[in-house]
Structure formats: structure tokens, C-alpha cells
């Protein structure tokens, strides 16, 4: 079994960062791409960034483009999110989520596309 363990939310004023780390752990598998997705209370759980884990090709919501950063550390397993200019409306629990399916970019976007998710952590902006 594939476990992700999530790290590094907390409590920021807006326009503070925040980085989140997320390492898989558990039975080798081979990684097609992880992905930050979050949810709000009472909303859906949304798409954040993802990244493919052999080109690095990266996709970003556009509500956080040239805010948010992902990136990856292959040796490790572990991919992380960088978070600038934060706003209360980013307010959510971020969860961390890996597929070793071959993907297209917009099924990324969606988490149907995703095998294995972490157990979430919280990020809160006030204002």
C-alpha cells in the first residue's frame, strides 16, 4: 500500500507563504504524476497544481497561478507546494494525491484520476 504524508500547513495572515511537503511512502510504485488538490468547507474538493513525475510537466488552477508553485524531488518521493500571496479565500485542507496511471493533462485536473491520497492538512488565511 502507497501512503502520503502530508506536511507544513498551519495558520498565516494573508499575503504570508506557506510550503507543503508531501512524501510517499509504502509499496514501490511507479508514479505517473502527483498532484495538491483542497476543499473548503461545504464546497467540493478542487484542483490545486499537479506535476508528472518524469517530465515535470506542471499544471496549475488558475485561481493560484503565480501564486502557487509545485515542485518535485524524485529521489525522495516527495513533491511540495510552494504558497505566496495568500489569500483567506485559499482557506481549505490540502491534500496531497499520486497516480501511476498514464494520464491526459485535463483528466489530471480532476481527482477521478488519482489512486492514492494523503490524509489532508490545514491551511488557514485570516484576514
Known amino acids: 500500500q502507497v501512503q502520503l504524508i502530508e506536511s507544513g500547513g498551519g495558520l498565516v495572515q494573508a499575503g504570508g507563504s506557506l510550503r507543503l511537503s508531501c512524501a510517499a511512502s509504502g509499496r514501490a510504485v511507479s508514479t505517473y504524476a502527483m498532484g495538491w488538490f483542497r476543499q473548503a468547507p461545504g464546497k467540493e474538493r478542487e484542483f490545486v497544481a499537479t506535476i508528472t513525475w518524469s517530465y515535470g510537466n506542471i499544471y496549475y488552477a488558475d485561481s493560484v497561478k503565480g501564486r502557487f508553485s509545485i515542485s518535485r524531488d524524485n529521489p525522495k518521493n516527495t513533491v511540495y507546494l510552494q504558497m505566496n500571496s495568500l489569500k483567506p479565500e485559499d482557506t481549505a485542507v490540502y491534500y496531497c494525491?499520486?497516480?501511476?496511471?498514464?494520464?491526459?493533462?485535463?483528466?489530471?485536473?480532476?481527482?477521478?484520476?488519482?489512486?492514492?491520497w494523503g490524509q489532508g492538512t490545514q491551511v488557514t488565511v485570516s484576514s
Open positions: 494525491a499520486a497516480t501511476s496511471r498514464t494520464t491526459s493533462r485535463v483528466s489530471l485536473q480532476g481527482a477521478v484520476a488519482y489512486d492514492y
